[in-house]
């Protein structure tokens, strides 16, 4: 018996299937993973003989800290989890914030379009005796679970959502595959989506959405745009952006991030209200340092040792530091997470 049976008959309702393994698939099929098919049919292939840890050190061991570092969770401090709580984790993955919001006693629908995925998360969440995470297989946009959840995370998802089909990120960042996304607009698909989380979520419910900010300020110091692998394109013009991903990867550029003040826009047209914007850094997959936009710069510290970083990350953490603790350069901040209230 799972800890939330209602759940599992919304779902059974709604045409999903239940596997053999406890996952509940939609039939929709899709794939979007930093892995392609083969190392992931070799990463399954190995669960059960070696468990989650083993097999990842086996096949993927440089993900190893990507998929298993409780640093990665530092987000979720930012809500308020009680026991019993529904969370419903957008584009999971395999899972670590999905296991964060478990270890906090919630009650975690952890959904992605990638099957995959899926089997690593649920084979981790059993070998970690987590019983409170159930995993469903759909794609994102059409996840239809009005009034159910008491948070929602869409951690460094959003700005993925306009893409479509088979995604294996090797193959897919900085080549060019010609793709046509007809009149497709990619804000208001963002758009859509967020409204649908709303409706997702119960009232006074909160979601958690982190997302890289457009005017990072190591975009302008030469980083690529970290969807596309394309120079300055995150803060140019997006008629420009496009031009160039045209004329470089053979599509569109569809992978938009937004400044502070513009995800605000974004949440308030998506039907959110109370919406409290935060300062990550370095950024928001391994948040050291979480401040708030409003006035949290003054608490800006070096969080960082000299001496366990590269050359070009000296480089970089000066600049910000500079940045930030002198010009209080909040707009130029790394990365952006969102506390939204329905």
């Known amino acids: 018996m799972t800890p939330f049976p209602e759940v599992e008959a919304i779902l059974e309702s709604s045409g999903y299937q239940k596997s053999p393994d406890g996952i509940f698939t939609s039939g929709r099929e899709g794939y979007w993973s930093n892995l392609d098919k083969v190392e992931n049919e070799e990463l399954i292939k190995d669960l ?7 097999a990842v050190r086996k096949t993927i061991p440089q993900y190893e800290d990507i998929i298993f570092s409780p640093s990665r969770e530092g987000a979720l401090e930012l809500l308020h989890i009680n026991k019993g709580d529904v969370a419903i984790d957008y584009g999971c ?3 670590v914030l999905s296991i964060g919001l478990a270890k906090r006693g919630a009650h975690v629908l952890a959904i992605d379009q990638t099957l995959d995925s899926l089997k690593f998360l649920s084979s981790r969440a059993k070998s970690e005796k987590l019983d409170n995470v159930l995993c469903v ?3 994102i946009r059409e996840v239809r679970m009005s009034d159910l959840a008491d948070f929602s995370i869409v951690n460094g998802v959003l700005e993925w959502v306009p893409e479509f089909g088979t995604i294996e990120l090797k193959k897919y960042y900085g080549k060019k595959i010609s793709k046509s996304y007809g009149d497709m607009d990619p804000e208001q698909t963002q758009v859509s989506f967020l409204q649908q989380v709303h409706k997702n979520l119960k009232i006074g419910g909160k979601l958690l959405l982190a997302i890289e900010n457009r005017f990072d300020y190591t975009h302008f110091l030469g980083k690529p745009d970290p969807h596309p692998n394309l120079l300055f394109t995150a803060f140019l013009p997006r008629a420009i952006a496009n031009l160039i991903s045209k004329l470089t990867l053979g599509r569109p550029y569809v992978n938009y991030i937004y400044s502070f003040p513009k995800l605000k826009d974004l949440l308030i047209k998506s039907g959110f209200k109370k ?5 990550a850094y370095p950024d928001y997959r391994y948040p050291s340092l979480i401040l708030s936009y409003e006035g949290g710069v003054d608490g800006y510290q070096k969080y960082w040792e000299w001496r366990t970083i590269s050359w070009k990350r000296r480089i970089a953490y000066a600049v910000e530091y500079v940045l930030m603790k002198y010009f209080k350069a909040r707009f130029f901040a790394p990365s952006i997470i969102a506390i939204a209230e329905k």
């Open 137 to 139: 297989q759909d794609d």
């Open 48 to 54: 059960e003989k070696l468990g989650p840890r083993g």
């Open 93 to 95: 993955m395999w899972g």
């Open 275 to 279: 919406i409290d914007l935060y300062m």
